[in-house]
């Protein structure tokens, strides 16, 4: 079973709209971490945000934001004004306490 | 050094020849992952180090595929009698433990041709 679940394959979105990447995650473990990497054209991965299970306080850093919701088992992640920088992989990941997990990665493109 | 780092960034191989990738991970950190990650695809799990324990090999797609890692240092990833299918990126990763993040290289791109 897939324990992190990105069913956005592919996103598009205009220069300036918002624009909201799903994560759905599965695990048993009553403490764990969530994650969300970015993989611009270049490749290389780039750390965004850590999460841990005790913390469903919302994030906003900038233009990005992050909604944990434990009850649905949910870290979604939003672009506010999206620019074409933006353009990138966004991997969702969760941390148990012996593996680690990514999810399929959502592909954004935006367009300007 | 600051980073995770991996050489070569770039290697291109003969079908049937083994290669071998190379992972430094930043000092002091424990935990090691090599990933895959084939053209427009997502990130594949190979294997996890952690620590002195025995790796996690569960990912490794045949046996062609192994790794090792001494102690908390350096980890080889080395592909036997390569096949056009191993052509991707090789992603190297390592962490302090569960709760601080990990840190990813830049990745080695293997081509067999």
């Known amino acids: 079973a897939q324990k992190v679940t990105q069913a956005q394959t592919e996103i598009s979105v205009v220069e300036k709209e918002d624009v909201t990447l799903d994560c759905v995650y599965e695990?048993?473990?009553?403490?764990?971490?969530l994650f969300w990497y970015k993989q611009p054209p270049s490749g290389e991965l780039v750390f965004l945000i850590r999460r841990n299970s005790f913390d469903e306080q919302n994030e906003i850093s900038g233009r990005y934001s992050w909604n944990f919701q434990k009850s649905t088992s949910s870290f979604n992640f939003t672009i506010t004004a999206s620019q074409v920088v933006d353009s990138a992989v966004y991997f969702c990941?969760?941390?148990?306490?012996?593996?680690?997990?990514f999810g399929t990665g959502t592909s954004l493109t935006v367009i300007p | 050094g600051a980073g995770v780092s991996q050489s070569p960034s770039n290697k291109v191989t003969e079908k049937g020849k083994d290669v071998e990738l190379r992972c430094d991970p930043i000092?002091?950190?424990?935990?090691l992952y090599w990933y895959r990650q084939r053209l427009g695809q997502g990130l594949e799990f190979l294997i996890y180090?952690?620590?002195?324990?025995?790796?996690?090999k569960s990912g490794l797609p045949s046996d062609r595929f192994s790794a090792e890692r001494t102690g908390e240092s350096v980890s080889t990833l080395t592909i036997q009698r390569t096949q056009q299918e191993d052509s991707a990126v090789y992603l190297c990763a390592s962490s302090r433990g569960q709760a601080r993040g990990y840190t990813f290289g830049s990745g080695t791109r293997l081509t067999v041709v």
């Open positions: 990941a969760l941390s148990e306490v012996d593996q680690f997990y």
């Open positions: 000092s002091g950190h424990t935990a």
């Open positions: 695990t048993r473990d009553t403490t764990y971490y």
């Open positions: 180090f952690q620590g002195n324990s025995a790796p996690d």
